[in-house]
């Protein structure tokens, strides 16, 4: 049947059994298809039935095969039941006799197992009409969790071909299913005939119809009537939701049909989309669709076209993935450079971006740096494997920016000894609030490190600003945090000497050195995680590595004894001391030897005083929570007592 003629034919189909040309049902659709009406019955009570009849095959409700003419007139037309399929039932497993529409194969509908749905197009079936039904699929596919695949081996399957007008069987029937879809039919009942496939029956069919619709018995004539009739109650989709006139599933109203409420009558029939309804009730069957996976590598876009940089600055580099996914928070993002000289792949790191889809690339050229071209190969993996590649090259001039500090000469008028301006503080780095300023090694000592690790209520945490713009730690206040001088991107504590480099302005979160306009306090991204990563001080480019908060002073937990450890480190012990002056034999009698006193910690908030020879000339140590662990050889024969005292 050529396009034209069906045109012809269905619109003259309409206007004779629909009254509105929105309405739309493939029972009008089909009228001038059928041969003839047939005479049946329902198996179920014996109630007399008409099926229209389309080259031999028996259709119920104008486009739901039920089987041969010759069978539902020797037979009956069998319960349009739908049972769900087991979890275990795959198409390949599901054992049915599989014989075309044979009356053996059309009891026992079920569900698609594991909604996979093998098709496959008749040979003839043309290019057109295949996009048309792989539009239909992907309405399905993209609303619930059913993929119709290209059929192979397997033994149930859906034959699409042309058979004169649009029809379906009622859920997997086994073997080889027809399903008919043909030129001069709305796109949307290619959903429509697919739906009947994976079990749905007609919406106004459902038990509860009657009071959402009137259908005009005499407008219909004797041969069409068993066409209106109820049989929802065992559909998938009746009984669990709402009746909804919305649905791909319903017919048009007209001189047959129409609904109670005259707001719904140019909605019934809609074959634009899937309706709420019908999703819900595919949902309810098949479950909800699996996370979309692309076949194809994710695109990968840059956010700045500017590659080009200036010696001891660093480039933050936004990396936007989109994946097909809308999450695609499974991305492995990888950067290297091909030139060393000019940018090391231990300064190009890749921190999370704004969202899932989006990673920050960090470049830091080192000031070093003479200058010359580097590139960068940026690659990203997604959860499915697939990669992509981006390329550029990143131009690094030698121009240095003037991040070395002008040291000034000491004035008579630095007060080296400033009084303190704040209460000691931690400084927690705003790119990682679990990480403090802290020095390391954990003690306060000339040229000692500046790093950020884990916030813990140490001393060595503990900053405090003092009048004269330098930053001291609790431990001592003799020293101050300075630039290192050798590697002027690094910090470190040096004794307190009134030059610029030792002259922090805290602004907001930055933290400015007074020797350079340019540099702010700055995490470097060198060590994993950040935890140990050295604190240098690096040009202003305002990620959140160069931002800290500081923090309220900690509150140091003080217990009611002190736990002193000896042998703190190596297989020792500790015993718990309220405050107070112990002699060797109280401390005997409390667990503690005497006879290799080699090391000892206190716990925060106490020191200990060892006195040795206290009675004479001896010496005494002051021991406290700060020191992590002291240690003296050679005084264990001489300690004659120990006291434990709150600071
Ligand atoms: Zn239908």
């Not at 990673?359 to 190969?377: D, E, N, P, Y």
């Not at 937990?557 to 002699?583: I, M, N, Q």
Request: net charge positive.
């Amino acid at each position: 049947m050529n396009f034209k003629h069906s045109l012809t034919a269905l619109a003259a189909a309409i206007s004779v059994t629909a009254g509105t040309a929105s309405a739309y049902s493939e029972l009008d659709a089909n009228a001038d298809k059928f041969d003839k009406t047939v005479h049946s019955y329902l198996q179920e009570t014996g109630e007399a039935a008409t099926v229209q009849v389309i080259n031999g095959k028996a259709l119920l409700q104008g486009d739901i095969l039920v089987g041969t003419e010759e069978d539902v007139k020797t037979f009956g037309i069998e319960p349009l039941v739908v049972r769900k399929a087991n979890v275990s039932d795959t198409p390949d497993t599901y054992e049915q006799d599989g014989a075309f529409i044979a009356r053996s194969s059309w009891g026992g509908k079920t569900t698609w197992p594991n909604g996979i749905v093998p098709y496959e197009f008749a040979a003839e079936y043309p290019k057109h009409l295949r996009e048309k039904m792989k539009t239909g699929m992907k309405w399905i596919e993209e609303v619930a969790n059913i993929k119709f695949i290209e059929r192979t081996t397997e033994k149930n399957y859906i034959h699409i071909f042309e058979d004169g007008g649009a029809y379906s069987l009622l859920g997997m029937t086994g073997g080889r299913q027809p399903l008919s879809y043909t030129d001069g039919y709305a796109l949307g009942t290619t959903a429509h005939e697919l739906m009947h496939a994976l079990g749905f029956m007609h919406e106004q069919t459902r038990n509860d119809r009657d009071d959402y619709v009137t259908i005009h018995w005499n407008n219909i004539s004797d041969d069409w009537k068993g066409q209106y009739r109820k049989l929802g109650s065992y559909s998938l989709k009746h009984g669990s939701y709402g009746y909804d006139y919305h649905s791909i599933m319903h017919y048009g109203g007209g001189r047959s049909m129409s609904t109670k409420d005259p707001k719904f009558q140019r909605v019934i029939g809609q074959r634009e989309k899937l309706s709420e309804g019908d999703i819900k009730a595919l949902q309810s069957a098949y479950g909800k669709p699996e996370a979309k996976v692309t076949n194809t590598a994710p695109s990968l876009s840059l956010s700045s076209s500017s590659t080009s940089l200036v010696a001891g600055s660093n480039y933050g580099l936004r990396v936007r993935v989109s994946d097909g996914e809308t999450q695609a928070s499974q991305l492995t993002v990888t950067a290297q450079s091909n030139n060393q000289a000019v940018l090391a792949n231990y300064d190009i790191s890749v921190k999370p971006g704004r969202d899932s889809n989006e990673r920050l690339v960090m470049l830091q050229t080192r000031q070093q740096t003479s200058g010359g071209k580097a590139s960068v190969s940026v690659q990203v993996v997604d959860g499915h494997g697939y990669s992509t590649k981006h390329n550029f090259v990143l131009s690094v001039s030698p121009k240095k920016v003037t991040v070395t500090p002008k040291p000034t000469k000491p004035t008579t008028t630095t007060n080296v000894n400033a009084t303190r301006t704040s209460s000691y503080k931690s400084f927690i780095t705003e790119s990682n609030k679990n990480l403090c300023l802290d020095i390391k090694g954990g003690s306060a000592k000339a040229s000692a490190s500046v790093v950020v690790q884990p916030c813990k209520t140490q001393y060595s945490q503990q900053w405090a600003t003092f009048s004269d713009g330098t930053i001291r730690p609790r431990q001592t206040t003799s020293l101050c945090l300075d630039i290192n001088s050798k590697n002027q991107n690094l910090t470190q504590l040096n004794k307190c000497n009134g030059q610029n480099s030792q002259k922090w302005n805290v602004n907001g979160k930055f933290i400015k050195n007074a020797s350079s306009n340019y540099s702010v306090l700055d995490v470097f991204y060198s060590h994993p995680y950040g935890q140990g990563a050295h604190v240098g001080i690096w040009p202003k480019h305002g990620y959140n590595n160069q931002q800290w908060n500081l923090g309220q002073e900690p509150v140091q937990k003080v217990s009611s004894v002190a736990d002193v450890y000896k042998h703190c480190g190596f297989g020792g012990y500790k015993v718990s001391l309220k405050p107070g002056r112990y002699t060797l034999k109280q401390l005997q009698a409390k667990g503690m030897k005497n006879d290799d006193i080699s090391s000892l910690k206190v716990s925060a908030g106490y020191e200990v005083v060892l006195y040795q020879h206290d009675q004479f000339n001896g010496w005494r140590k002051t021991l406290n929570s700060d020191t992590s662990c002291f240690v003296e050889y050679g005084i264990n024969d001489h300690i004659s007592s120990i006291e434990v005292r709150k600071k």
